[in-house]
């Protein structure tokens, strides 16, 4: 018999009564033994399948259009066999290098294959709360597949199948499961630090971002880059996916404070707000630069809008995260638009442009916004200047360690398989030379 904190507080003197009156052990083990609160483990399970959502159809509609043609149906399956071997490694050992029992600054161990898991094992909160252990799993796991599919927006149309599903495997394993640990584990060099990431600006952006350049730069450019147009196929397609995105996105962050609190309602509105500031505020960037507001813009804002506010989303209040979005928004425009074609790397779909930048932005930014003057939940025992300066090094760190990880990863995916397609098949596009198959017919 297991009786929660919940249950005994519900029941009054009775059930203080009831209790009392159990043998030692019992009472023990009745302690001991904390149960699931029915209602954030069901919140916890939707935020997983929302995040599911935000890939497959997600993030493959919002590459996948902004592709040529061609390639729309590697690019779509690219994405969704990278997060499922994502989901399979994971499960064997993913779990045990972010989150096992052992561990030190840097990685941890055990629990491999899930070992000890059971339905009745659970995971803790931020209070006293615990979630079932497995969809814990299930949800940081949709984590692990997404962030490595990102990667792949920056090496889209060039880089063999085969070689996405080598340099995937590799690189969660030396380059996203230790940041992982760093980050959110007890024990993780940057969780010590005292580093603010409520659902993965360090994690996922910074980490896909960073990665995503390092790998076009070594891959090398596209054949007729920049010279050749290569406009996005359908932003009707990107369109769906950008709403797609949004709406899973809500479970990437209110998802991430691991409970159906106000602080989950927090990073709900901040993920509404901030979203919407930055979509305005590209087309607004747009417009200054003498250009007319596009779809292609506003679908960019609204990614870099939720890219900069995922750290700070239950780190802000609503004000600061409009701030934050707009910001964010108008320096993911410029380094797209003119820092991009400056340095005349080839970056295909911006990942590096906008979950880079905006990731940086965003994580750095959380140090301002979380300070109560600015409407933040911060008690303003630390001060805003200490507080940024642990945000620059936690960026700093996972900038250094995405880099060198990539180059690591992307070498032995090189050495495996090779990288690029022949120059036939680029031409011929993807879909058809690398899995016999046309978009459109």
């Not at 899930?114 to 984590?143: H, K, N, P, R």
């Not at 060039?158 to 760093?182: G, N």
């Not at 995916?413 to 596009?429: F, N, Y």
């Amino acid at each position: 018999m297991t009786i929660s904190k919940k249950i005994l507080g519900g029941v009054g003197a009775l059930g203080v009564s009831l209790l009392t009156a159990m043998p030692a052990w019992a009472q023990e083990a009745a302690a001991a033994a904390p149960v699931p609160n029915p209602g954030n483990n069901a919140w916890m399970m939707t935020a997983t399948i929302l995040v599911l959502l935000m890939i497959l159809p997600g993030l493959a509609l919002f590459y996948g259009g902004l592709t040529r043609s061609k390639n729309m149906l590697a690019t779509m399956t690219q994405i969704g066999a990278a997060a499922c071997l994502a989901m399979l490694i994971w499960v064997m050992y993913g779990y045990g290098l972010a989150f096992g029992p052992e561990g030190n600054a840097f990685f941890s161990w055990g629990k491999w294959f899930l070992s000890g898991v059971t339905s009745d094992s659970t995971a803790a909160t931020f209070s006293d709360e615990v979630i079932s252990e497995y969809v814990f799993i299930c949800f940081q796991m949709t984590f692990a597949a997404i962030t490595a599919a990102l990667v792949l927006g920056a090496v889209v149309e060039r880089m063999k199948f085969s070689a996405v599903m080598v340099f995937t495997a590799v690189w969660l394993t030396i380059v996203y499961f230790p940041i992982a640990h760093m980050v959110w584990a007890g024990g993780g060099l940057l969780f010590e630090m005292g580093a603010l990431d409520f659902a993965g600006g360090t994690v996922v952006h910074i980490n896909a971002g960073v990665s995503a350049l390092v790998a076009c730069l070594i891959l090398g450019k596209r054949h007729g880059y920049p010279k050749e147009p290569m406009p996005p196929h359908s932003m009707t397609l990107t369109m769906v996916g950008t709403g797609m995105l949004w709406v899973g996105w809500f479970g990437f962050n209110a998802g991430s404070e691991l409970e159906a609190d106000g602080t989950a309602g927090l990073a709900m509105i901040n993920t509404f707000v901030a979203t919407a500031s930055a979509g305005l505020f590209w087309m607004l960037a747009e417009r200054i630069s003498g250009h007319k507001g596009s779809a292609l813009g506003f679908c960019s804002g609204i990614i870099a809008g939720l890219v900069a506010v995922t750290p700070a989303a239950g780190n802000s209040g609503p004000f600061g995260a409009i701030i934050l979005g707009a910001v964010a928004s108008v320096v993911c425009f410029y380094a797209v638009s003119v820092l991009k074609p400056k340095l005349g790397y080839d970056d295909s779909l911006d990942a590096f442009g906008i979950h880079g930048i905006g990731g940086m932005i965003g994580a750095i930014g959380t140090g301002i916004v979380y300070q109560p003057f600015f409407g933040g939940p911060g008690d303003g025992s630390t001060a805003m200047g200490a507080q940024v300066w642990i945000q620059i090094q936690a960026v700093l760190v996972s900038i250094a360690w995405a880099a060198v990880g990539t180059v690591i990863a992307i070498l032995i995916a090189k050495a495996v398989t090779g990288l690029r397609v022949s120059p036939e098949v680029e031409q011929e596009g993807l879909d058809l030379g690398e899995h016999g198959e046309r978009a459109y017919n």
